[in-house]
Nanobody, 120 residues
């Protein structure tokens, strides 16, 4: 079992930057894929970014060039550096992890979420 705890959310003005962090604890976390999902106003959660154990990274097209996902395997931490933020980036951000997630199944583990609000 894996536990995930997010931090770093908050309110920023458009054009600003914010860095989200996720601390993971549990068994063999380094073998999992880890990523970030976003949910806003009752919409379904959508994947924002993912990182594989071998370092491969993915970010959704709407944030490409502005968001960067990174992982420290030794410390079992995950980060999302968000720059040039837009109001449409607002939402609840969830840290996620899992083995099958590496092959595009839904993540097995979720954090509690961290709110990000971008004002114009």
């Amino acid at each position: 079992q894996v536990q995930l705890v997010e931090s770093g959310g908050g309110s920023v003005q458009a054009g600003g930057s914010l860095r989200l962090s996720c601390a993971a604890s549990g068994y063999t976390t380094s073998s999992y894929c880890m990523g970030w999902y976003r949910q806003d106003n009752g919409k379904a959660r959508g994947e924002v970014a993912r990182v594989w154990p071998d370092g491969r990274r993915f970010v959704v097209g709407s944030v490409k060039g502005r968001f960067t996902i990174s992982r420290d395997n030794a410390e079992n931490t995950l980060s999302l550096q968000m720059s040039s933020l837009k109001p449409e980036d607002s939402g609840m951000y969830y840290c996620a992890a899992g083995v099958r997630y590496c092959s595009d199944a839904s993540p097995d583990y979720w954090g509690q979420g961290s709110q990000v609000t971008v004002s114009s």
